[in-house]
């Protein structure tokens, strides 16, 4: 490409060339070149937001160069490039984290100083980016900065939704949604008009053969809505790779259809078919591990597949290579099924489009695609109804039944006459409505299945896909247990512990490799060390507990243990079992005399996190977890020893603040429930211990930091299914601690008592399905366990310490090296040295 250009207009494009601004000085003429040209204001109407506004673009751009000398670097190298595609990507805000990968942040502080701003103010700010609901989208948050961190080619496709995950306002102790409109001003965001793509919905299939003979399928008619891009640069930490996340926004196709329309008058309609198009990207399904089956989600997944898929194919057209190479240049890895459809997607367009055979491009596909799956609750697992897949997507639907006949002649060759497994394993659901189930299209579809921690992994391959293991062997079932990017989660969000560890260990030469922080165990013991370490745990407290103040009003005491449960609200998570938890150890305070209160350690009850708005049962959760927390903290009996607090509005950035201010985080799922977690990980790297069932990733966690160091308790996942059984059709005793609580409730002490039936008789006449009353005891007892262990400050530290030294394994960067080698065979593509100048250190 470049040898076609003219020597001089290369040597003025060079010499001309955008620099990346390094020094003070560069970075404020920036800011004030963006105040006064783009945001067309001056020093005298300079307010905070226009300060955050000229100071993100200024890094914008200096992200948009590196970006593009990456994509440069990328195509030039012409290796095999990792492209994750998921619905949600939970990025939090942008600008800070900006700041700290490049390594310039201190020239930021000291820039915004001298115009008159702190940075912390600035930093404030902005408006999250909340495209995702929880630990999924998340999880592909942190694996997009370990991605370019590590200097992987990798891109990630979504959804530029115009609303993200909506704003939880609490009214009365009620959870009320808020519509999360976050795209006012949002200078992260590259608009690419220049990249757009036309996405068919409807219409038929017509069949004819060509004048060789061959069969053709042709998808006609229909509608066409346009999917423009939108990259927003990803720059890795401590190096000058910047990766791309390319969303995708809907707009409607002004065909001439759309003319014709508007000038015949029918100037509504052709509105109506505007905001149609626009509403396949408006808004991002507020659901959390719950499949619905909308018809809308089906056309947003299409809509984002197709542009995905037709972007990553013209980019290896256009290295001219035989399509059998394919799956040498691209890997795609599928977050969770979500993006299934684009197996069946990228098999039409090697059939119908470039003509191959469908044994050829079937085995293209497969050696493409990675499904990652991140449940196995039954509620979660995508099933999408025949006759609206024959609608909205008819030749896919074809494909789908070709791909499954071919996929049961095989099973059938491997275990002839066995029927009953072709039902099971069918990919067609034979019920009425007939269902296309994605997971298993993705299994089918990929060449490696994974799980996100062992034990999840180990229970896809024993229960939800046990048959798939025999048919394709176990080689194919895989393991990548998750992680968390300590760059935001360590150095960001608790700068100060990031120092001092940094003092001790060597540099921040930790937030590349995190086993570095085995380092940290031979200071466990170490009196001034510990000193340090407590002193920071209590001001991320008072932060914390400042933040508890303005936003609810109640003073809660730094000094008391901080319990903390943030996460989306739902049963299997098990926070109605943390408010019993509460109800039962104000029903004990109040029982004891005023010596044996002297005795207790004094704690604070934090819960956070937003119920889906059509989920019931979360939201009562929500107005019971309110209404204690009302009675406790005005019943003078109590004071300090007992608050109840909820945090509204959970999100990325309150996070921040949260997370490092644990003194004990709960992460309590009925076992078998929870595939991994990953705010388990973020708080023991904070330095909190953990109470926490044997699930998901905890499991992992008391290996790596040792059983002494974390508190479980709870029925093992083995035990479940015997427990269920017997509540059903033995007879079910209630745990008597459980019951007192449930009579309190039912008194009214904390309100309409009605309001609450729901949540106690899930557990008295409904089978208890998650377990609550099973593990009540268990809970509690180990609560005291906590109080006691809290009163040994000394040794309470140590514990924290030694657990923090041994999280190394729990890094991102960890994974992504995992799905590198084991799953898409894609190399780091490290940056030449020279380029490395253009960064802050
Ligand atoms: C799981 O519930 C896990 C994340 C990321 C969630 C959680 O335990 O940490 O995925 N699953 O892997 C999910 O959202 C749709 O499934």
């Known amino acids: 490409v470049e040898a076609s250009i003219p020597e001089p207009q290369r040597a003025a494009w060079k010499k001309f060339q955008a620099t990346p601004f390094v020094t003070k000085e560069d970075f404020e003429k920036e800011v004030v070149r963006h105040v006064e040209t783009t945001l067309a204001r001056s020093m005298f ?5 226009a300060a955050y506004a000229a100071a993100s673009l200024a890094f914008r751009d200096r992200l948009i160069t590196e970006w593009n000398r990456t994509q440069q670097r990328q195509t030039f190298a012409d290796t095999k490039r990792v492209y994750y595609l998921s619905l949600e990507f939970l990025m939090g805000r942008a600008f800070d984290n900006a ?3 490049v390594g310039l942040k201190n020239v930021a502080k000291e820039g915004l100083s001298e115009l008159g701003f702190r940075i912390e103010d600035i930093i404030s700010q902005e408006h999250d980016a909340a495209l995702g609901n929880g630990g999924l989208g ?39 949604e808020v519509p999360d409109y976050w ?3 949002n200078p992260w965001e590259f608009p690419r008009h220049d990249i757009v793509v036309d996405i068919q919905f409807y219409g038929g299939v017509r069949k004819y053969q060509d004048e060789h003979g061959r069969n053709i399928a042709k998808w006609e008619g229909g509608e066409m809505v346009k999917a423009v891009a939108y990259d927003v640069p990803i720059p890795g930490y401590d190096t000058p790779s910047t990766n791309n996340m390319r969303l995708w926004s809907s707009k409607a196709a002004s065909g001439e259809f759309d003319f014709q329309k508007f000038n015949s008058g029918d100037y509504e309609s052709s509105v109506a078919d505007q905001q149609r198009a626009e509403t396949i990207s408006a808004v991002l399904y507020p659901n959390d591990n719950l499949d619905r089956g909308k018809e809308l989600r089906l056309k947003q997944q299409y809509f984002w597949v197709a542009a995905s898929l037709y972007d990553i194919v013209r980019r ?12 040498d240049q691209v890997a795609i890895q599928l977050n969770d099924t979500h993006p299934t459809l684009a197996t069946v997607e990228l098999q039409r367009i090697l059939i119908d489009l470039e003509g191959l055979e469908w044994d050829e ?31 909205l997507l008819p030749r896919h639907l074809q494909i789908i039944y070709e791909i499954n006949m071919y996929f049961l002649q095989s099973v059938e060759r491997k275990f002839p006459g066995d029927r009953e497994m072709l039902g099971r394993v069918s990919i067609i659901e034979e019920s009425q409505p007939k269902m296309v189930r994605m997971a298993y299209l993705a299994i089918v579809g990929s060449h490696k299945v994974n799980g996100v921690a062992e034990l999840h992994s180990d229970l896809i391959k024993t229960t939800i896909f046990k048959d798939f293991v025999k048919i394709f062997g176990p080689d194919k079932f895989t393991n990548v247990t998750n992680g968390i990017t300590p760059r935001r989660w360590l150095h960001q969000a608790n700068p100060r512990l990031s120092e001092l560890i940094a003092s001790k260990t060597g540099g921040l030469g930790f937030l590349k490799d995190l086993n570095i922080l085995n380092e940290l165990e031979k200071f466990a013991d170490d009196k001034e060390f510990k000193k340090e370490w407590a002193e920071i745990k209590y001001a991320n407290k008072v932060r914390l507990a400042k933040h508890i103040k303005t936003t609810t009003g109640v003073t809660v ?83 300090d020893l007992l608050k109840v607090i909820f945090l509204e509005d959970y999100n990325v950035s309150k996070a921040e603040i949260i997370t490092p201010a644990s003194d004990v985080s709960e992460h309590i799922s009925t076992a078998g429930t929870e595939a991994s977690g ?66 309190t409730i039912k008194s009214g002490t904390f309100g309409d008592a009605g309001a609450f039936s729901a949540l106690t008789s899930a557990i008295e006449d409904h089978g208890d399905y998650y377990l609550v009353s099973d593990d009540f005891h268990s809970y509690i007892q180990t609560q005291a366990l906590v109080d006691e262990a809290y009163k040994n400050q000394d040794e309470w530290i140590t514990k924290t310490i030694l657990s923090v030294a041994r999280m190394g394994f729990f890094s991102s960067d960890r994974c992504i090296n995992e799905y590198a080698e084991m799953i898409w065979n894609v190399e780091p593509l490290a940056p030449e040295k020279g380029e490395t100048d253009g960064l802050g250190k």
């Open 45 to 49: 109407n300079c307010d905070e937001t």
């Open 99 to 101: 700041m700290l990968n």
């Open 138 to 176: 998340r999880l592909a948050a942190c694996f997009l900065d370990s991605m370019a961190s590590l200097n992987y080619p990798a891109w990630g496709y979504g959804l530029r939704y115009r609303y993200g995950i909506f704003k939880q306002e609490i009214v009365d102790g009620y959870q009320v």
């Open 183 to 185: 795209l006012d001003f």
């Open 316 to 327: 290896f057209k256009k290295s001219k290579r035989a399509w059998s190479e394919f799956p």
């Open 361 to 391: 491009a079937w085995t293209i596909v497969t050696k493409t695609f990675g499904y990652t799956n991140h449940t196995v609750l039954p509620e979660a697992l995508e099933k999408w109804s025949v006759p609206l897949m024959q609608n």
């Open 557 to 639: 005491n730094p000094s008391a243990l901080f319990d903390i449960q943030v996460k989306r609200i739902h049963e299997y998570k098990r926070q109605q079992m943390n408010i019993f938890g509460v109800i039962h150890r104000y029903l004990t305070i109040k029982a004891m005399t005023a010596e044996e209160r002297k005795k207790l350690a004094p704690r604070v009850s934090i819960f956070g996190g937003k119920a889906a708005p059509g989920y019931w049962m979360a939201k009562t959760i929500i107005h019971l977890i309110n209404n204690v927390g009302a009675k406790v903290n005005n019943d003078p009996d109590i004071g």
């Open 678 to 743: 990953t705010s388990n990980m973020k708080f023991v790297l904070n330095g909190g211990l953990i109470i926490g069932t044997c699930d998901g990733a905890n499991i992992e966690i008391t290996r790596e930091i040792g059983e002494n160091n974390i508190f479980l308790f709870g029925n093992l996942a083995e035990d479940v299914e015997d427990l269920r059984h017997a509540h059903n059709y033995g007879s079910h005793t209630l745990d008597p601690d459980l019951l007192k609580v449930f009579e």
